[in-house]
Nanobody, 114 residues
Framework: VQLQASGGGLVQAGGSLRLSCAASGIPFAWYDLGWFRQAPGKQRELVATRTRGGNTNYADSVKGRFTIVRDIAKSTVDLQMNSLKPEDTAVYYC?????????WGQGTEVTVSS
């Protein structure tokens, strides 16, 4: 199983980024999907999740700004991030989950300058 995350970078406050996570080695459509982040000195936190049935959940801090998107044909889960704020600065990790199976991508760094 491989999860390859990409799309991080440096952006000014108010800007946008789109993170992408490509999965291989799993029946992608069966899995619940998620994006998490970890800021320096803080614990990893949930950003957004999408169940295989299509239900989504967002952290209060990103509601209305971030959108999690699944593409079954490409086996990707993207995180569209708009109106970025300096407090969104973190390493972002993608996650796929099914029962006891839990896989993580390698992380992609997002830095938002004020």
């Amino acid at each position: 199983v491989q999860l390859q995350a990409s799309g991080g970078g440096l952006v000014q406050a108010g800007g946008s980024l789109r993170l992408s996570c490509a999965a291989s080695g799993i029946p992608f459509a069966w899995y619940d999907l998620g994006w998490f982040r970890q800021a320096p000195g803080k614990q990893r936190e949930l950003v957004a999740t999408r169940t295989r049935g299509g239900n989504t959940n967002y952290a209060d801090s990103v509601k209305g700004r971030f959108t999690i998107v699944r593409d079954i044909a490409k086996s990707t889960v993207d995180l569209q991030m708009n109106s970025l704020k300096p407090e969104d600065t973190a390493v972002y990790y993608c996650n796929v989950h099914l029962g006891s199976q839990d896989y993580w991508g390698q992380g992609t760094e997002v830095t938002v300058s004020s």
